[in-house]
């Protein structure tokens, strides 16, 4: 039979052919790799013939028998939760997890990744100890291999950030790779990133062990039990239908993995996961003869799109192919996925790749190739969270081929979630909320997970984007722009211009540059920056997020005074930038609020908020017909007109007086621009600079700008992008949501203290941290770095996320950096704390402490000396400059 020929088989490419031909029948399992769940249904009192008796009722249903599944029911029973049922739809551990690699490794993208990763590990070699049960953890260890330069510098800059957490690691040669594996091949190496405290696992006996110690706590286990759906009554979970009954329940935790979509779309009220399954192969070769060490480390290859890890004598070696495969799971049970067919035509490069990296395996045999399947979302992170339409839904998945590694650390994260309301650190990355219907569709999802797939060991370099499933949702100006040289970035599925091409320069190669140092861009958005701060330009910014609050008496003025830490009751055509603060005094969301009308009141929040934000309003809103929320993100074109000479574009297109005696700072109104009416003109531009916001009715849009564009020709105007922007605010200090702002940063450590109005007569969300911490003090906060002696010729440029030193000590990180093109010099924001005091507990920071400090910025392990403030910087670098170049104004006005 075509099935047993295979482990006869050596891995020379040569013999591939021959095992071309279509298997046939039923996959046979592989002793030892994956084991048997007889033993749990021993433990939990079902048998082939006789299940358990069926609950009616619990306090929380989940859903998916899988490592997700137990570790979120083990997390939920360790604190202290009861009348929890966990259902499957088949056996216990039988479907990806079953098959997965049992690698546990922190090397991972984002820093709440690898905190997940690391509790995993942890938790991984206590419970055989807490348990009885045997889990396979070996201690090896992981080498991540380095190619070339880029992705050494890659591996430098997530070892920086490995040591903020406290994680061992260390960059070496490639000769000290050859001392820890023999049998890899190090002629075209550069170095590597050796992680000793990863590990390798049985998943299937991490499952067993996980379930064991949650049905030890009373979690009751069903197997062979399919959720249908889940009943919701008034946005509220309330039951649980299955093949076998209804489950009335409290909540409900989506943890069903590659189903988990079709679960969330078959529900009585839809619930949007996005994720879509694929095809993840891997080979098992016989045992070697040469005798390997057991403890012998997982060597991810990731430029050669390869892992291998040590498997009973052999090795089992899988990769992340170019060219991926979907799967499709509409309407397939689970025995049809996991009994998916060999492919080895498609898996043949990663094979090529493996003998590559270790020649020596030329003449080993091979025991199987494994379909593994797998889930993947639409940005590589995975989905945790309670969703935004169904309370009491929470979910956690799509965890891109790192199931094991995040599984202890999600589950512990999500129980603190449905405990405590937020988990223990910021996992707004991870946040389900972070998606809306519109990355639901399932044309979408499959090609977006093509690219996704690839992308887990592709290089990513600074400010890199996605190519699928782009120009979903666009301005009225899009083509406009387009034909003018706009470069394109997306932001929660809008298109934005990062910045202008000039007529004349070689798009393909400003397109393709990607790099780790100075970008090709550099002069395109300095001259853009240049004409924001001495002419006019004009940006589309209409991504960002709007709504409008309205009442019939002052209902809606309440409810903003309840969420908003600043004050809202102000007079008609006033802006009030605020705060809507959780119960810790973090930011929840960071707006900028119109008083419209005596009750109706304009929010413009971040573009990656819409459902967050949504959700976090009508979850404090009250059921009353006269209050109404509207999202008005679609009706709005947004233009920022920034400069000096915005006001002179405005008064020639208004006929009106934009001079600040006329129409002062943080004012809204009504206006005719050109032809156009209802014009909201908004002086305010987001960046610090003088200027103007215009939301346009979008049929208007193509008008006002093709007005704004003629007029402004005498003075200078031209399109600029997000990337000037940036640049823009962060020299002036800005503080932005999502990078520098979180659920756990506070407007006193942030120093906006002035926005919270502590004597304003309705209490606000978080009023009584923040009065706990004015009294305390704050033990951290937000500064400004500006980089001394770092060179922007030839150094490596910060992104976010490096450490910050003072006098020797990690001191914090930084959330977001630009190269300031006024100071001429890079500028870092981030967080920075005091030593604790001899009691271990957190010290209050002064200012004296920040501004007697010798800081530095660790970029790629590379430390550079750097000034820090808790105020935006004078442009000292630059007086005299600007005097010097008012003579190139005045001619640039005259062209």
């Known amino acids: 039979n075509k099935a047993s020929c295979v482990k006869g088989w050596a891995l020379s490419p040569a013999l591939l052919p021959r095992l071309l031909l279509p298997r046939t029948g039923y996959r046979r399992a592989s002793r030892g790799l994956w084991t048997s769940v007889q033993r749990l249904l021993a433990t939990t009192g079902g048998t082939d013939s006789q299940l358990p008796p069926f609950p009616s009722q619990a306090r929380v249903v989940i859903c998916g028998g899988g490592i997700v599944g137990t570790s979120v029911a083990y997390h939920l029973a360790k604190l202290g939760w009861t009348d929890i049922v966990l259902l499957e739809q088949g056996r216990l551990g039988a479907g990806t997890t079953r098959l997965c690699a049992g690698i546990v490794s922190v090397a991972k993208p984002i820093s709440v990744e690898c905190q997940m990763a690391n509790y995993s590990l942890n938790l991984y070699q206590q419970l055989e100890e807490e348990t009885g049960v045997k889990t396979g953890y070996a201690n090896t260890g992981s080498l991540c291999l380095a190619q070339n330069q880029d992705r050494l510098l890659s591996l430098k800059r997530l070892a920086s950030r490995l040591k903020v957490l406290g994680i061992s690691c260390n960059v070496i040669k490639s000769k000290a790779v050859a001392k820890l594996h023999p049998l890899v091949n190090i002629h075209d190496l550069v170095g590597a990133l050796h992680l000793p405290d990863d590990a390798v696992v049985s998943p299937p006996d991490v499952n067993h062990a996980l379930a064991v110690a949650a049905a030890q706590h009373g979690v009751q286990i069903l197997e062979r039990t399919t959720v249908q759906q889940v009943l919701v009554e008034n946005g509220h979970v309330m039951a649980v239908e299955t093949d076998r009954g209804s489950i009335e329940c409290e909540y409900f935790v989506n943890c069903a993995g590659q189903w988990a979509y079709e679960l969330g779309q078959a529900s009585e009220m839809k619930v949007s996961i996005p994720l879509h399954g694929c095809e993840h192969f891997y080979l098992l070769t016989k045992p070697l003869p040469e005798n390997l060490s057991a403890n012998n480390p997982v060597v991810l290859d990731m430029d050669g799109r390869v892992y291998v890890r040590n498997w009973q004598g052999g090795l089992l070696s899988g990769g992340f192919e170019k060219n991926p495969k979907p799967i499709f799971t509409e309407g397939r049970n689970q025995l049809e996925i996991q009994n998916m067919q060999e492919d080895w035509d498609h898996f043949e490069p990663m094979l090529s790749s493996l003998l590559r990296r270790m020649p020596g395996l030329e003449s080993a045999e091979i025991l199987q190739l494994v379909n593994c399947p797998e889930s993947f979302t639409p940005d590589m992170r995975c989905l945790m969270g309670e969703t935004p339409g169904v309370s009491g839904y929470f979910v956690l ?97 809008f298109e934005r211009p990062k910045y202008f091409i000039p007529q ?56 903003l005074q309840h969420l908003c830490a600043n004050d809202l009751d102000v007079p008609v055509g006033h802006i009030v930038h605020t705060g809507m603060l959780n119960k810790r005094g973090g930011y929840e969301n960071d707006c900028s609020v119109v008083r419209l009308s005596k009750n109706s009141f304009f929010i413009i929040s971040p573009s990656d908020q819409p459902v967050h934000c949504w959700s976090w309003i009508k979850k404090h809103m009250p059921s009353d017909p006269n209050l109404h929320l509207e999202d008005v993100s679609w009706k709005f074109t947004a233009l920022n007109l920034i400069g000096p000479r915005a006001m002179d574009v405005l008064a020639e297109l208004s006929y009106v007086s934009m001079k600040p005696e006329h129409f002062p700072s943080m004012f809204c109104k009504e206006m005719s621009v050109g032809y156009a009416n209802g014009i909201r003109v908004m002086s305010m531009t987001h960046t610090g600079e003088p200027g103007f916001m215009l939301y346009i009715p979008i049929e208007y849009a193509l008008h006002v700008y093709n007005e704004v564009m003629s007029v402004g020709q005498k003075y200078g105007i031209r399109n600029a992008g997000y990337y000037g922007l940036r640049s823009l605010r962060i020299e002036k200090f800005f503080a932005f949501w999502g990078q520098d702002l979180n659920a756990f940063t506070t407007p006193l450590e942030c120093g906006r203290e002035f926005r ?63 190269y300031s093109y006024t100071l001429e010099r890079h500028v870092c924001l981030g967080f920075v704390s005091t030593p604790p005091g001899p009691d271990g507990l957190p010290t209050p ?51």
Not at 444 to 458: G, I, N, Q, S, T
Not at 865 to 880: E, G, I, N, R, V
Request: glycine share 8%; with cysteine.
């Open 397 to 493: 998945a799509g965890m891109n081929s790192s199931g094991l590694a995040f599984a202890g650390g999600g589950g512990k994260y999500l129980a603190e979630w449905m405990t405590y309301g937020y988990p223990s650190t910021d996992v707004w990355p991870l946040d389900i909320k972070r998606f809306g219907n519109l990355q639901s569709s399932r044309t979408f999802l499959r090609h977006r997970v093509m690219e996704v797939m690839p992308l887990l060991y592709d290089l990513k370099v600074p400010r890199w984007d996605f190519q699928t499933g782009r120009q979903l949702r666009t301005s009225p100006l899009y083509d406009r722009l387009d034909t003018q040289g706009a470069r394109w970035m997306e932001k929660h599925g």
């Open 504 to 559: 004349g320069k070689d798009l393909l190669s400003l397109d393709q540059s990607k790099t780790f140092y100075k970008p090709d861009w550099f002069d395109i958005v300095g001259a853009e920056v240049k004409c924001c701060k001495e002419a006019v330009c004009v940006v589309d910014m209409s991504s960002f997020t709007k709504f409008e609050l309205t009442s019939t008496e002052g209902e809606a003025l309440d409810l």
């Open 845 to 895: 920071i002064t200012p004296d402490f920040i501004n007697r400090g010798d800081y530095e910025v660790d970029i790629a392990g590379q430390r550079y000396s750097a000034k820090a403030k808790l105020y935006p910087f004078s442009s000292l670098f630059t007086q005299q400059k600007r005097r010097k170049e008012d003579l190139e104004l005045s001619n640039l006005q005259a062209k």
């Open 756 to 818: 919270v109005k502590f004597d304003k007569d309705m209490d606000f969300l978080g009023r009584e941290a923040l009065v706990q911490q004015r009294h305390d003090g704050v033990s951290r906060r937000f500064v400004m770095l500006v980089l001394e002696d770092h060179d922007t010729e030839l150094d490596v440029w910060p992104w976010w996320g490096e450490p910050i030193y003072c006098n020797g000590r990690l001191a914090g990180t930084t959330t977001s950096s630009a």
